[in-house]
């Protein structure tokens, strides 16, 4: 925490995102939400959202919100893979890890930064959806209680779908020792995993469901907001934990 709100390279960073997201919150989620909100434009709202997949979030009360839960679904997540890339890369580097091994376990030191990383993007996300709360009340004020009601809701769920990608970076960084290559990693993980996981299924000719070992694989499920099935928020709260478990014992087996 105060790594991230109480340094120059911290502040810088929220800059960064603060800039990004004024962005979309001016020129896409206003505007967009304007002529979904329009009666004149409906036919052709229906037409593009149904064309998309994502006909149900019409039925939300705050059109702000459905512009927004179509970027931040997609972008909190890589957001996180970024800014979670150095949970103990940086310690390993300057040789800091032995000291602090000295007066914490090891599993603590994994769930201390795992949590850590965990309320800052719970922070990020709040203050976009504030941010969108405000959009949406400005253009009507009769939406501010609903539109709160469906933002925490909104941050609930976002909340969940990025608990295992900050597993997935907790444990890279059990392994190596540089911030860089621990994306460097994730990034042939995401990006080679699936062409090798066809050519397993091509090969042998069944479904092995390995694609379950991917954080956000239920991502395109929860996407259409079509329903509300449990097992689509289960499946990354399961990856967490085993993640976590696969974090620890690799941090167990590590030298420091």
């Known amino acids: 925490m105060i790594r991230l709100f109480?340094?120059?390279?911290?502040?810088?960073?929220?800059?960064?995102?603060?800039?990004?997201w004024f962005i979309i919150l001016y020129y896409f989620v206003s505007a967009a939400s304007d002529i979904?909100?329009?009666?004149?434009?409906?036919?052709?709202?229906?037409?593009?959202?149904?064309?998309?997949?994502?006909?149900?979030?019409?039925?939300?009360?705050v059109a702000e919100f459905s512009i927004y839960w179509l970027v931040a679904?997609?972008?909190?997540?890589?957001?996180?893979?970024?800014?979670?890339?150095?949970?103990?890369?940086?310690?390993?580097?300057?040789g800091t890890l032995r000291f602090i091994t000295l007066r914490a376990t090891?599993?603590?030191?994994?769930?201390?930064?795992?949590?850590?990383?965990?309320?800052?993007?719970?922070?990020?996300?709040?203050m976009t959806i504030l941010a969108t709360s405000f959009l949406a009340s400005v253009r009507n004020i009769d939406l501010f209680y609903s539109s709160l009601t469906l933002g925490f809701r909104v941050w609930l769920e976002l909340l969940v779908v990025v608990l295992p990608f900050i597993a997935l970076m907790s444990m890279l960084n059990a392994f190596v020792?540089?911030?860089?290559?621990?994306?460097?990693?994730?990034?042939?993980?995401?990006?080679?995993?699936?062409?090798?996981?066809?050519?397993?299924?091509?090969?042998?000719?069944?479904?092995f469901y390995l694609n379950l070992l991917f954080p956000g694989e239920?991502?395109?499920?929860?996407?259409a907001q079509a329903s509300s099935q449990t097992n689509h928020y289960l499946l990354p709260l399961v990856q967490t934990l085993l993640l976590l478990v696969f974090s620890y014992f690799a941090m167990k087996r590590e030298p420091i």
């Open 36 to 61: 979904i909100a329009s009666p004149t434009f409906e036919g052709m709202a229906s037409q593009v959202f149904g064309a998309l997949g994502v006909f149900a979030l019409l039925n939300w009360d």
């Open 218 to 223: 239920q991502i395109g499920e929860i996407f």
């Open 177 to 207: 020792s540089s911030a860089k290559f621990a994306i460097v990693i994730v990034t042939l993980f995401f990006g080679l995993g699936p062409l090798i996981l066809a050519l397993i299924k091509y090969q042998f000719g069944q479904e």
């Open 106 to 126: 090891r599993l603590e030191l994994i769930l201390g930064r795992y949590l850590g990383q965990v309320l800052i993007i719970s922070i990020l996300i709040l």
């Open 6 to 20: 109480n340094t120059k390279r911290g502040l810088l960073a929220l800059l960064a995102f603060a800039t990004i």
């Open 73 to 94: 679904v997609y972008f909190f997540p890589m957001f996180a893979i970024l800014i979670c890339s150095d949970q103990l890369c940086s310690d390993k580097q300057r």
